[in-house]
DNA sequence: AAGAGTACCAACCGCCACTTC
DNA sequence: GGAAGTGGCGGTTGGTACTCT
């Protein structure tokens, strides 16, 4: 087999997409669907290469995207989630629906970062300055992907909190690191849904399920 | 009014993980 | 088991709109 270029050099287009391309695209979509992102363009008659076309479609052209601000719940969410699971985005966007990774990686950028840097030197106490001493910290708990991919999970549920027995669903991306993450931590019941817990009580107590959780699994000899 | 600086966001690039052969 | 194909992710860039001087 031989690996054929992402994008061949020759007649592909490249930059902003035009309405008749997003209305090719959509139309062709609707009709065939997308089971190969590489073959799309040439049977949809498009000058762009299927990853283009993937992201296109994902960002921007699919119809549940949800546009315009974001809500207050919502940045609570993304702040909660940064602060535990690091810069995934696109698991973060599991859980914001309606929202892409892209939308939601280009919101932290332009908003909440220089919001978390701006309350951190005015030494604030609120959400945003808890989020960014977990952000800060450098700290990543790889094993809340359980949390947010719990759906998929073989799991079982104590008092309202995850316990995961699919190491599948542990990055093999990004070693774990347990650190200051745990203070933002944020609970799943067994559906996934997030359950949302401002108290810092709370907090404390999933910080000590989430570090028995990994002493446990790190102990069993789970791959994490 | 115009130029400079800044903010925002769509899109690209390179890498990695999974799947297929 | 390993090589190749493909999809997906995160980092980054570049163009445009907006604000300031």
């Known amino acids: 087999m031989v690996k054929t270029p992402c994008c061949e050099k020759m007649g592909l287009k490249k930059g902003p997409w035009t309405p008749e391309e997003d209305q090719i695209l959509i139309s062709h979509i ?32 699919r119809p549940d995207i949800k546009r315009g601000r974001f809500s207050k719940e919502e940045e609570e969410i993304i702040i909660k989630l940064h602060g535990i699971l690091g810069n995934r985005w696109a698991t973060i966007a599991t859980r914001l629906p309606g929202r892409t990774d892209n ?3 280009n919101f ?6 220089k919001r978390l840097e701006r309350s951190e030197l005015q030494g604030s106490s609120n959400s945003l300055q808890e989020a960014q001493a977990v952000c800060s910290a450098g700290s990543s708990i790889n094993m ?36 200051l993450g745990f203070y933002g931590a ?15 009580s709370v ?20 791959k994490m």
């Open 203 to 222: 907090i404390g107590e999933e910080m000590e399920f989430w570090y028995n959780m990994f002493m446990n699994s790190h102990h069993k000899g789970i």
């Open 30 to 61: 609707q009709q065939y669907g997308h089971g190969n992102w590489r073959a799309l363009p040439k049977q949809a008659g498009l000058s762009r290469c299927g990853k283009s076309c993937r992201l296109r479609w994902i960002n921007y052209l």
């Open 186 to 200: 944020v609970s799943s019941d067994i559906s996934g849904q997030i359950i949302r817990n401002n108290s810092h």
């Open 108 to 113: 932290w950028h332009t908003h909440l970062k």
């Open 103 to 105: 939308e939601i990686k």
């Open 144 to 179: 809340a992907q359980g949390v947010v991919d719990a759906s998929d999970a073989t799991s079982s549920s104590v008092d309202g909190k995850l316990l995961i027995a699919n190491d599948s669903l542990l990055s093999r991306k990004n070693p774990p690191i347990v650190g």
